[in-house]
């Protein structure tokens, strides 16, 4: 009788599995069946990435020499990654020659590793932001759609864009996601928002209308690994909760679950935070430590419109987020208070 084959699992490399979402990424991998690999720095924490299934692969993204040899010595000879997500990226840093740095040329580096280790992987997903976009329609509030031209106005979005651009010249296979405010347990940004509501202080800038739009970090993570499995390479997508918000919805949801009665809304002028980014951001260089607020943060803030049409993924891989953001806003602040942040 002849012997059973024994299907071996996919693999999958996760690329930045350090970071504030690469550990959602690395856990629905492994609810999925994968046999997953964390893509970390030697200097990246793993309080995170407990799990004993993991597999880690140590990269030095400042010797892009050893990339290639490192990918190789990963994985018997022969076998490469079938799905890898790059994760990886910088939000703010201390000198903005770094966003370049490390959102584009680490990418491009790895890329090139990944050609001459003869391990290109079937689909290759990046993490990327809808910043690549710029402000967009202030007017009518057009929703942001794949076809909407980038025009980025940080230099976040500038470095984001310019890695997409290298993917699209590329032979990578390649899915671009272009995820909108992302938050859940374990992020900092938002937490600043919760904890300044839970003193009793909203802070907004601007008096003009805003459209938030925000996505849940384990949403984030189920739409990747759907797109792997579904969508076709060489696309873009939009990723975001459907329905837009408010401040004051996001404000008046944060403060029932902190059980905040009274909150003081606070608005201010555009060349007040203008000014408070610049001294924040030069105050980050003096310290050798880069500041939530700066000149990038700024024009993030001011930003009128985040409105986004996600009507592509949805057609692509039934891209169908699960938590709004009532939910979501209850399950990290319920995070954070478990974990003595709030």
């Not at 490192?70 to 910088?90: C, H, K, V």
């Not at 696309?235 to 401040?247: D, G, K, L, W």
């Not at 610049?278 to 430590?289: C, D, L, N, R, T």
Request: aromatic content about 14%; proline content about 4%.
């Amino acid at each position: 009788m002849a012997e059973r084959k024994i299907e071996q699992k996919k693999k999958v490399l996760v690329v930045g599995a350090g970071g504030f979402a690469g550990g959602f990424l690395v856990k629905e991998g492994l609810d999925r069946g994968y046999d997953v690999y964390a893509g970390v720095r030697e200097s990246t924490s793993r309080k995170y990435l407990t799990d004993s299934r993991i597999k880690f692969v140590v990269f030095d993204f400042d010797n892009e020499n050893s990339l290639a040899g490192t990918l190789r010595a990963s994985l018997p000879e022969g076998e490469r990654f079938d799905y890898i997500i790059y994760n990886l990226g910088a939000t703010k840093c201390l000198n903005f020659m770094m966003f370049s740095k490390i959102n584009y040329d680490y990418l491009r580096d790895f890329t090139d590793a990944m050609q001459q280790a003869g391990m290109m992987p079937e689909k290759f997903l990046f993490i990327s932001s809808l910043s690549v976009l710029g402000p967009g329609d202030e007017k009518h509030f057009t929703p942001f759609t794949e076809e909407t031209i980038p025009t980025p106005n940080t230099r976040y979005g500038a470095s984001k864009l310019k890695a997409e651009m290298w993917l699209a010249s590329s032979e990578v296979p390649y899915i671009i996601f272009r995820a909108t405010g992302l938050y859940g347990p374990r992020d900092h940004d938002y937490f600043l928002m919760f904890k300044s509501i839970k003193s009793g202080f909203d802070f907004s800038v601007g008096y003009r209308r805003q459209l938030l739009s925000f996505l849940y970090v384990t949403d984030l993570a189920t739409a990747v690994y759907d797109a792997l499995e579904k969508a076709p390479v060489r696309e873009t997508y939009n990723v975001a909760e459907p329905r837009v918000y408010s401040q004051k919805e996001f404000r008046k949801m944060a403060a029932k679950s902190l059980g905040k009665r009274i909150v003081i809304p606070m608005r201010m002028p555009l060349w007040i935070v203008k000014l408070v980014s610049a001294i924040a951001e030069k105050w980050g260089v003096a310290s050798m430590k880069p500041s939530t607020l700066n000149r990038d943060k700024f024009n993030i803030m001011k930003q009128r419109n985040w409105a986004v049409d996600i009507s592509k993924a949805q057609q692509a891989f039934g891209f169908s987020p699960k938590v709004s953001l009532k939910e979501g806003i209850d399950r990290a602040i319920a995070w954070y208070k478990e974990n003595n942040w709030l």
